[in-house]
């Protein structure tokens, strides 16, 4: 039995009226960039989060690059962001010609280690960006009061936790901007790339609404250097189709990830780690073992799909060489990137299915270390 990280076709099979029929409506509408389905999806977001404006473009790493361009972060600037994430959150930073500040991550949650984010502060820091990994929201508290008390603005990299909550606030729409990816793996995804920017800001929102769109309000008339970056009418269609599951889906997440770590319990790897106060939607499920390799290869043999996000530290990435970071400057997050391993988790899982993986983890772990079980 074959069991893949996600499998979108069997969500796809459990939606699929509701899909087609809104798919071919936007094929029959002949509007295909900035019409009703995006102008709808934008307000069902807002609502959802509780947020004043939501802004479709075209992925998630174009919303990072806007929401900074909004906030005039730039050449000369300092952005904070922790070591451990996707590429593009240090990316977008440094595609605005602004400098990325590492912080650590924290052990057993991998979230921005908010210790440590005063002590990178300088005369030059124009935002914090703390990144809400795997789906667990990060100590936002604790960071909103920081970015209070030195004026700084914060920008949530929410592309990994839509519908996650922190002392009850819906993730994304905490800080200055949220920004959020469709990626199709993504646990809201689309059939396609795209992405959104959040705010309860008017003149913000304004901003971005023009940097999405060639820097213009009034058509050929630009005011600034703006981009082409607009979610278009088919991805909102399905992405509206799925946001009425998303809730499910979530809870869904939720009680395989809690299953897993049952099934997983007494073995010697590190589970992931619920901080207080938060819903973590379990976007990926992800733990961490000292011979990770090993396991990763003797679970393909097996069939069973698993994946490192991710195999690098950001300092490590070669666009921030000239940054002049060594390695064993961020220490979590390089043992990070050499131990943790995500198993497959989706909310169409089923038990069997879980119980085959957690099984085989089990083994492979056990046989790994020379542990009779
Ligand atoms: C996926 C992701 C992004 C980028 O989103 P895209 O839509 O792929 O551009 C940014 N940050 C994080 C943490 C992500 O996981």
């Known amino acids: 039995m074959n069991i893949p990280l996600v499998d979108l076709t069997a969500q796809y099979r459990a939606i699929k009226e509701e899909i087609d029929a809104a798919v071919l409506a936007v094929i029959e509408s002949g509007r295909f960039i900035l019409g009703p389905q995006v102008a709808a999806f934008e307000e069902e977001v807002a609502n959802y989060l509780g947020v004043k404006h939501a802004i479709g473009v075209a992925s998630g790493t174009d919303a990072l690059v806007i929401a900074l361009r909004a906030l005039e972060v730039g050449p000369g600037d300092e952005v904070i962001i922790p070591a451990y994430s996707f590429f593009a959150t240090a990316g977008a930073v440094l595609s605005v010609g602004a400098r990325p500040v590492f912080v650590d991550v924290q052990p057993g949650t991998y979230l921005m280690a908010v210790e440590q984010v005063e002590a990178a502060i300088t005369p030059a820091t124009k935002a914090i960006l703390p990144v809400h990994l795997y789906g667990q929201p990060a100590d936002m508290d604790e960071i909103l009061a920081l970015a209070r008390k030195h004026r700084l603005a914060v920008i949530e990299d929410n592309a990994q936790a839509f519908g996650a909550e922190y002392r009850g606030r819906k993730t994304g729409a905490m800080g200055e901007v949220g920004c959020l990816s469709f990626f199709p793996s993504k646990n809201l995804g689309g059939y396609g790339d795209g992405g959104m920017v959040v705010t309860n800001d008017d003149r ?42 998303i809730d499910e889906w979530n809870r869904r997440r ?77 220490p979590v997050a390089e043992q990070a990137s050499k131990e943790l391993l995500a198993l497959p988790l989706y909310p169409e899982m089923t038990e069997g299915q879980l119980q085959e993986v957690s099984g085989r983890v089990r083994s492979i772990c056990l046989g790994i270390l020379g542990v009779k079980p």
Not at 207 to 231: A, I
Not at 260 to 282: C, F
Not at 301 to 312: D, F, K, L, N, R
């Open 204 to 245: 913000l929102a304004e901003t971005m609404r023009m940097l999405r769109t060639h820097g213009w309000k009034k058509k050929y008339f630009p005011e600034m250097l703006g981009y082409n970056s607009r979610l278009d009418e088919l991805q909102a269609a399905v992405l509206r189709v799925k946001l009425r599951h």
């Open 254 to 330: 939720r009680e395989l990830a809690a299953a897993y770590n049952r099934l997983l319990a007494d073995l010697p790897l590190g589970l992931p780690v619920e901080a207080p106060g938060r819903t973590h939607i379990y976007h990926l499920y992800v733990i961490s073992f000292s011979r990770r390799d090993e396991l990763q290869q003797r679970l393909r043999e097996a069939g069973i799909a698993s994946e490192v996000y991710y195999p690098q530290p950001l300092h490590r990435a070669e666009p921030c060489r000239a940054l002049g970071h060594q390695e064993g400057m961020f």
